[in-house]
């Protein structure tokens, strides 16, 4: 059984939302406090975090922040804003998803396994995705036995990627993970390596379109 950690000022969503995980396998701890959920993951082995953006004591933003500095468990923002800059916020926090409410509780689930699948890859095994097969101790890129040249930091974005499906990353938190925000480096350079990995997968006959996503005005993500 894995662990949820659920935040939200309101007692009625979170008891709404461990009426929706409960059967499906997940032990639902509640909190309407960020101070006192943050001292729950000082304490309790917590698998995801569920959090409100709009909290009384110390906001949803202000939470991932301090949870990102102990720990990269999943988190998913549950907010009731649409706007591209709450959610490029919340990302560049440190959020690997988030959810707008309303929600629909299959659409929750997914995201929520599709986050919780990062912390079951295993380093030792090679990277696979539909026929895809990256070694990455010899930085080798293959689709059904076609080898696929790649620069070191093309290969290290598809690792990234396959790593993390269906997580949205802004350009800015890919160049901070790759590129550690050299001076010489600005987002225009994620588009072009983006878009000569889509070039090489296109020539191999990999439906390369159908996965590796444009988030228009955010960044990019992995469909699986």
Not at 24 to 34: D, F, L, M, N, Q
Not at 132 to 149: F, N, R, S
Request: net charge negative; proline share 4%; aromatic share 8%.
């Amino acid at each position: 059984m894995k662990t949820v950690l659920l935040i939200d000022d309101e007692q009625r969503m979170l008891d709404l939302l461990a009426l929706y995980l409960t059967p499906h396998g997940y032990a639902c701890i509640k909190k309407t406090s960020g101070l006192d959920a943050l001292t729950v993951l000082e304490n309790v082995k917590i698998d995801i975090v569920l959090l409100d953006i709009m909290m009384p004591d110390i906001d949803g933003w202000a939470i991932c922040e301090k949870i990102r500095e102990f720990s990269d468990l999943p988190i998913i923002m549950l907010t009731a804003r649409s706007a591209k800059e709450e959610v490029v916020k919340g990302l560049k926090k440190g959020a690997d998803d988030y959810i707008s409410k309303p929600f629909n509780e299959e659409e929750l689930l997914a995201r929520m396994d599709a986050v919780l699948r990062r912390t079951r890859n295993d380093p030792s095994m090679p990277l696979e995705f539909k026929g895809i097969q990256l070694d990455e101790e010899a930085l080798e890129a293959k689709y059904q036995k076609q080898q696929i040249p790649m620069t070191p930091k093309e290969f290290s974005l598809l690792s990234l990627f396959l790593k993390n499906p269906n997580k949205v990353f802004t350009r800015d938190h890919l160049l901070s993970i790759l590129w550690s925000f050299s001076v010489e480096t600005d987002d225009r350079t994620i588009d072009s390596h983006i878009r000569n990995i889509r070039d090489k997968f296109r020539k191999t006959g990999f439906p390369i379109d159908q996965h590796l996503k444009t988030v228009w005005g955010v960044g990019y993500k992995w469909s699986s």
